[in-house]
């Protein structure tokens, strides 16, 4: 798995603690929010033939895997570009429902609907998104 989200490297010097290695210009750029929505949008391919699969044994779980990951990219989206009040909820969202995602696809592996190896690309890119949102809410 590449770490796009992690090329945006900070400016050198020590970090005090606490501190992320990422300024506020470099989390705000629009590179950076098309680069996460970009790995977004690939994790849902990944998740699309899952879902198919898991839809024809439990269309709740489906519906549900389909629901966070939707969530995922528009809360994303919102966060970006909302007002700032409300920015680090919204990526904060995006960043749960990426998790959640990617629990309930380990949930259909333990239900057998799916392999845990089907799920393991669709499960690393949500890890991916999940890191990059953290970083760029804790930036």
Not at 10 to 19: T, V
Not at 77 to 87: L, M, Q
Not at 88 to 93: G, I, M, Q
Request: aromatic fraction near 4%.
């Amino acid at each position: 798995m590449s770490d796009r989200c992690l090329s945006f490297r900070p400016r050198q010097g020590a970090l005090r603690a606490g501190q992320s290695p990422l300024t506020r210009a470099e989390r705000e750029t629009p590179q950076m929010s098309r680069l996460v929505q970009d790995i977004i949008i690939e994790a849902i391919e990944e998740i699309r033939p899952l879902v198919e699969k898991i839809e024809r044994r439990d269309r709740d779980l489906a519906k549900q895997i389909r629901t966070a990951a939707s969530s995922v990219a528009l809360n994303h989206a919102e966060g970006e570009w909302g007002r700032k009040g409300h920015r680090p909820e919204r990526l904060s969202t995006a960043m749960n429902s990426a998790k959640e995602a990617r629990n309930a696809l380990r949930v259909a592996a333990a239900w057998r609907y799916v392999t845990l190896e089907e799920t393991d690309r669709a499960r690393d890119k949500l890890d991916h998104v999940a890191a990059c949102l953290w970083r760029i809410i804790h930036a």
